[in-house]
């Protein structure tokens, strides 16, 4: 029998467009981001949230995210994240071998918020439906989704899990 597997859905906190002519990829935190993961890390930590594998887009913003929350663990930086789609993120997720009971992925929209609507099904209560449908409304910069299920990585598809957290860092102040 599967034990209960939770997975992180992060996008990258607020990046800056103080130099124009900087490639996408290479642009870095802002200083508003630099302060969304400080608080990140201490909603994460009064979580207990402690993935076993983290798979990182190479974006400059998107490692920087993963450097400010503090996260130790085995860590995967992946540029095949930087411009994945929702079918690609989710054909990477079925690859995590079976005894990872948890994961994190540190990336991008618009990919990050249909994956993590596409993998919620509906929710039996209230709270978990508000959460729904704000990741509906929007999923932020520097946004945390946890996600769980009771299936293999291999058999993730849609509403297969259940929203169970999200923290924005709004929520944070």
């Not at 930086?77 to 994961?103: H, T």
């Not at 609507?117 to 449908?133: K, N, T, V, W, Y």
């Amino acid at each position: 029998m599967l034990t209960r597997r939770q997975l992180y859905v992060l996008r990258h906190a607020k990046s800056s467009w103080d130099e124009p002519g900087l490639d996408d990829h290479e642009r870095p935190l802002a200083p508003r981001g630099r302060r969304a993961a400080g608080a990140l890390t201490r909603q994460i930590e009064a979580d207990g949230i402690r993935p076993a594998l983290i798979l990182c887009s190479s974006a400059r913003r998107a490692r920087e995210t993963l450097e400010g929350i503090g996260l130790a663990g085995r860590v995967s930086i992946e540029p095949e994240l930087y411009s994945a789609n929702v079918d690609q993120l989710l054909a990477r997720l079925r690859r995590i071998p079976d005894q990872i009971g948890s994961a994190m992925v540190v990336g991008h929209n618009p990919a990050l918020q249909i994956l993590t609507l596409r993998l919620a099904g509906s929710s039996p209560d209230a709270e978990g439906e508000a959460r729904r449908q704000s990741v509906l409304h929007k999923f932020p910069t520097g946004a945390l989704a946890t996600l769980s299920f009771d299936c293999a990585w291999r058999q993730l598809v849609a509403g297969t899990a259940e929203l169970v957290g999200l923290v924005r860092p709004k929520d944070l102040h």
